[in-house]
């Protein structure tokens, strides 16, 4: 994979440390502990950057709350939106509703894919409370940051939060 070409570590390394962080209520330290018992010494703060680096999302569940695709980015704009949104769209063929939060990048994407000749028949929603089920996939992260001792940058926030969602989607059992 592109994405770590040019890092000191493996990335098998790399993504266990961000599972074990993002999966577990373990701190960037326990993580490094737990990575130097095993003959591999990461300080905390490489830690906390792959984390950040790692942990841009998008994620796309059905109306039971079930995860049907998820794609993880180093950037989540239009372009990644868009390609997520085709895909979706090809795996699982046009939903009669798709609901989003009100993202640019995410209602762009589909107005383009719209033009396309995509999502013909889908209505696109943005409507707050019908955003439910997948704000209800997201206690695992709330309960994971009532844990933690906070964060110094909202950036840093958003990019950890996402990571967790990640790891949590991957592990969720339909």
Known sequence: MGHFKGKQFK???????????????LSYRDVSEILKERGVSVHPTTI????????YLYRAIDKDGHTLDIQLRKQRNHQTAYAFMKRLLKTFGEPAVLTTDKAPALFCSFKKLRENGFYKHTNHCTIK???????????HVK???????????????????????TVHALYKRN
Request: proline residues 2%; charged residues 25%.
């Open 129 to 139: 409370h019908l955003n439910n089920l997948i704000e209800q996939d997201h206690r």
């Open 48 to 55: 906390v950057r792959w984390v950040h680096e790692y942990g």
């Open 11 to 25: 990335q098998d390394i790399i993504l266990v440390a961000v599972d074990y962080y993002c999966r577990f209520s």
């Open 143 to 165: 309960r994971r940051f009532a844990k933690s001792a906070g964060f110094q940058n909202p950036r840093h926030t958003s990019r950890t939060l996402k990571g967790i969602e």
